[in-house]
Nanobody, 123 residues
Framework: QVQLVESGGGLAQAGGSLRLSCVAS????????MGWFRQAPGKEREFVAA????????NYADSMKGRSTISRDNAKNTVFLQMNNLEPEDTAVYYC????????????????WGQGTQVTVSS
């Protein structure tokens, strides 16, 4: 069973950048599509970005297109989310998730979740 641990969150100013990392334990990381989701206080968890198991396909939420890049290093069991030009509306807890099926924007297709990392963007 894969376990996920996120890092890289913190406080950033509007217009700044953050790079989130998610390290997976286990030997089957390369079999999973990976996604990033976020949840702001009082709101539902929402899709941010996803990448296929071999890294060949990527998908982004409209709000993140052009401002973020998802990537993965299967040799290091790590998936990254580079976020640029941050906005206060990006403030949320960011979660890494793994799907044994396929790249997806839907939370119910992911069966393994990390604990989350807080991102706070000040104006």
């Amino acid at each position: 069973q894969v376990q996920l641990v996120e890092s890289g969150g913190g406080l950033a100013q509007a217009g700044g950048s953050l790079r989130l990392s998610c390290v997976a334990s286990g030997r089957t990381f390369g079999h999973y599509a990976m996604g990033w989701f976020r949840q702001a206080p009082g709101k539902e968890r929402e899709f941010v970005a996803a990448i296929s198991a071999n890294g060949g396909s990527r998908n982004y939420a409209d709000s993140m297109k052009g401002r973020s890049t998802i990537s993965r290093d299967n040799a290091k069991n790590t998936v990254f989310l580079q976020m640029n030009n941050l906005e206060p509306e990006d403030t949320a807890v960011y979660y890494c998730a793994a799907s044994p099926l396929f790249i997806s924007t839907m939370t119910h297709n992911y069966n393994i979740w990390g604990q989350g990392t807080q991102v706070t963007v000040s104006s």
